[in-house]
C-alpha cells in the first residue's frame, strides 16, 4: 500500500477547441487545488453537416475516445479529467492505493451498465476498505487515475473496440471493469458539472 498525492502527478485533460468557457473553468480548478502538472489534450471537433444523430453521437464518442488515447500513452501514473469536472466536498488529494492496482476511478456514475443494458442504478459496487469500492458496470470516464501500462492498453483495446462494434467509448470499459483490479472512490473527489449529470455524478442515488 502506497499514499500518493493526486497534485503532483500528471493530468491530461480533454476538451475540443469551441469549450472556451470550460478551458477557463478547468485551470481554474487546477489553480485552486494545486496540481502542478497539467496537459490540455484538444480533441477534434466534428462537422455535423449532413449527418443523423446517431451518428453524430458516434462520431463524438469516439474522437473523445481518441484524445484519451494519446493522453494514455505516456508512461507512469497518471490522470485523465474530461473539461466537465468539478471537485466534490469531499475532494482531498491524498490517495492510498495498492501495489497491483491497475485503476482508480475519481468520479462515479449511477449509469451504468448491468446484464448487457445501460441505466440508471445499474452501478454495481462492493466495498472493499475505508471508501474505496471495487466498481463493476459503471459508465462514466471523466475522471480516473490510471496506474499500470498493461491497464492503459487494455483501456486503449476497448476504445477500438467500441468503434468496431460501433458503440459508446466507455460501454466495453464498464463491461471489462470486473476483468481488472479497478476500484473507486465514493463519495467520489470529481462529478460532472455540465447540467445534465450532475446529481448522477455526485452520489448513489
Known amino acids: 500500500m502506497k499514499s500518493l498525492d493526486l497534485r503532483k502527478l500528471p493530468v491530461y485533460w480533454i476538451t475540443i477547441e469551441p469549450n472556451k468557457d470550460r478551458h477557463e473553468r478547468m485551470e481554474s480548478l487546477f489553480s485552486t487545488l494545486g496540481f502542478e502538472n497539467t496537459t490540455r489534450l484538444t480533441g477534434e471537433h466534428i462537422d455535423k453537416v449532413n449527418k443523423s444523430y446517431m451518428d453524430i453521437q458516434y462520431e463524438k464518442t469516439h474522437k473523445v475516445s481518441d484524445t484519451h488515447v494519446i493522453a494514455l500513452q505516456n508512461e507512469g501514473p497518471l490522470i485523465i479529467l474530461e473539461d466537465d469536472v468539478w471537485f466534490t466536498e469531499d475532494w482531498n488529494p491524498i490517495v492510498t492505493v495498492e501495489d497491483d492496482l491497475d485503476a482508480l476511478y475519481l468520479g462515479f456514475s449511477n449509469w451504468g451498465m448491468k446484464d448487457g443494458a445501460d441505466g440508471m442504478n445499474q452501478t454495481q ?33 476497448n476504445f477500438e473496440r467500441a468503434k468496431n462494434e460501433k458503440s459508446y467509448c466507455d460501454i466495453p470499459v464498464a463491461e471489462d471493469l470486473e476483468n481488472h483490479n479497478v476500484l473507486g472512490l465514493f463519495p467520489p473527489l470529481f462529478y460532472q458539472k455540465d447540467g445534465r449529470n450532475d446529481e448522477v455524478t455526485r452520489r448513489f442515488l
Open 125 to 157: 459496487i462492493e466495498k472493499k476498505r475505508d471508501n474505496y469500492y471495487k466498481i463493476k458496470g459503471m459508465l462514466g470516464i471523466h475522471a480516473i487515475l490510471y496506474l499500470t501500462e498493461e491497464y492503459k492498453q487494455v483501456t486503449i483495446n
